[in-house]
Each structure stands twice: as structure tokens, then as C-alpha cells.
T-cell receptor, first 111, second 115 residues
Framework: DAKTTQPNSMESNEEEPVHLPCNHS???????IHWYRQLPSQGPEYVIH???SNVNNRMASLAIAEDRKSSTLILHRATLRDAAVYYC????????????FGPGTRLSVLP | DSGVTQTPKHLITATGQRVTLRCSPR?????VYWYQQSLDQGLQFLIQ???????AKGNILERFSAQQFPDLHSELNLSSLELGDSALYFC??????????????FGDGTRLSIL
């Protein structure tokens, strides 16, 4: 089982910011937090990853809590093309399994 | 376009058969990863190769095997196929072997249907 917890689904309005939460209370000190997304009928797509401090790239921002037990993926202005399943992943879960994709958060973007 | 190429896009075969899926990583990437995505199991990591050597193993069945060739392309071989092997198979690549702190770039997948 993945050691991250995400809401099953979220909705957002187009052109509004979206905050996708992830809990990872058992994270180890060296675990990077990764975010991927999967659009319908496509392979997963890398979004962002980080270790301690907040990270920004052209797609999104990643806000990491000071205790690293949670993080938030921020899409600054949602578009219809951002509708996807978003996965928050740690490199290894409690059972030593590598790169476990849980069910993720299904984001719907309303026009 | 991620730069990762998978062939074929679709494959239909029968139970008991053997198939080979092929993956060409992004230019400059030394690691290749294989994943299986089925409706009931979600996306599962199978195996990683780095510069020709097996680097990490996930939930890969004994009937499945993989290898990475000197030109860095990789093949996933699935044998004695069962109905439950029907799934999307994704290949991903990354620059280095430490998958913990670098992005993986995924191909569009091969859809395998077992009849």
C-alpha cells in the first residue's frame, strides 16, 4: 500500500487556482515527494518533485509542510486540459515497494 | 511528446502465448522502467534497468522478464499469457539510476489484450 493519502476527487472552476493536498506522515528524511498526472488515454506525466523547500516550475508549484508530513500541489490557473488524475508518490512505501502509484485525486475542471 | 517511444501501441493475442514489448528511452536517459496498469490494480512498478543492468524490482511475475540492450532500448517479455495480463504497459525513462530524486518520463503505452 502507498504511504500517501489523497482525496479521491476534487472539482475546480476554469481559470481558478487549485490546491491538491497529499498526506505522507511516515515520510523519511531522504524521501523526495513526487507528483505525476495522467490525462485520459495517456501515460503518466511528470509534474514536479521536491525534498524540503517549496518548488516551482512552468506547470505547477509544490508547497511542502515544514514537518514534511504533507504537501500541496498548486495549479495557479486551472484549464480544461488540467483535468486528470493526480498522483502524489514517495519513492518507497511501507512494504519496500518502489514508486507506488495509489488511486490519486481525480480533478475535474468546470468551464 | 515525452521522447519515450513504445511499440507496438496495441497487441492482441491468446492465452498461453508470448509477446515482446519494446521501449526506446529519451535521448540521454540511461534508466528504463516498466509499469503495468490494469483496471483493478492501478499503476504498478515492474522493474528498472540502468545502463544495461537490473536496478530495482517490483511486482514482476516470474513469467515476465526484461532486458536493456547496449543501445539502451529495453524489451519486456511476457510469456504463458493469462487473461489477467490484459493491461496497459508503460515504459518510462530517466537520466540516472537513482529514481528517488529525478523525474521519470513516460511513453504512451502498449495496450495488451488477451483473448
Amino acid at each position: 500500500d502507498a504511504k500517501t493519502t489523497q482525496p479521491n476527487s476534487m472539482e475546480s472552476n476554469e481559470e481558478e487556482p487549485v490546491h491538491l493536498p497529499c498526506n505522507h506522515s511516515t515520510i523519511s528524511g531522504t524521501d523526495y515527494i513526487h507528483w505525476y498526472r495522467q490525462l485520459p488515454s495517456q501515460g503518466p506525466e511528470y509534474v514536479i518533485h521536491g525534498l524540503t523547500s517549496n518548488v516551482n516550475n512552468r506547470m505547477a508549484s509544490l508547497a511542502i509542510a515544514e514537518d514534511r508530513k504533507s504537501s500541496t500541489l498548486i495549479l495557479h490557473r486551472a484549464t480544461l486540459r488540467d483535468a486528470a488524475v493526480y498522483y502524489c508518490i514517495l519513492p518507497r512505501d511501507n512494504y519496500g515497494q518502489n514508486f507506488v502509484f495509489g488511486p490519486g485525486t481525480r480533478l475535474s475542471v468546470l468551464p | 511528446d515525452s521522447g519515450v517511444t513504445q511499440t507496438p501501441k496495441h497487441l492482441i493475442t491468446a492465452t498461453g502465448q508470448r509477446v515482446t514489448l519494446r521501449c526506446s528511452p529519451r535521448s540521454g536517459d540511461l534508466s528504463v522502467y516498466w509499469y503495468q496498469q490494469s483496471l483493478d490494480q492501478g499503476l504498478q512498478f515492474l522493474i528498472q534497468y540502468y545502463n544495461g543492468e537490473e536496478r530495482a524490482k517490483g511486482n514482476i511475475l516470474e513469467r515476465f522478464s526484461a532486458q536493456q540492450f547496449p543501445d539502451l532500448h529495453s524489451e519486456l517479455n511476457l510469456s504463458s499469457l493469462e487473461l489477467g495480463d490484459s493491461a496497459l504497459y508503460f515504459c518510462a525513462s530517466s537520466v540516472g539510476g537513482d529514481w528517488g530524486n529525478q523525474p521519470q518520463h513516460f511513453g504512451d503505452g502498449t495496450r495488451l489484450s488477451i483473448l
